[in-house]
């Protein structure tokens, strides 16, 4: 019988994604949070419209100092490997 080794890892960095929103009114807080949530932020340029608002994913600039977490029983390295 073969044991499992689980670890649970959760990596965090500075993202930065950028939208740009377009409205024929002026919006709340709330309304521009669900304004962002409206393109596939897996495809730059993508927009959708709701309710008279536009949302267009821009970009993200990924952050090069991320920090990882992990939670197990990890093997330690010897000499030669």
């Known amino acids: 019988m073969s ?3 689980i670890y649970e890892v ?3 960095s500075v993202d930065i994604r950028k ?4 409205s024929n009114r002026k919006l709340t807080y709330e309304e ?3 304004a962002i949530c409206l393109p596939d932020i897996r495809t730059e340029g993508h927009a959708e419209t709701d309710d008279g608002i536009t949302a267009t994913y821009l970009c993200t600039y990924y952050g090069d100092d991320a920090e990882i977490d ?3 029983n990890l093997k330690e390295i010897e000499d030669g490997e």
């Open 3 to 5: 044991k499992e080794y």
């Open 10 to 12: 959760a990596e965090q």
């Open 19 to 22: 939208f740009e929103i377009v």
């Open 32 to 34: 521009v949070q669900d």
């Open 70 to 72: 992990i939670e197990g």
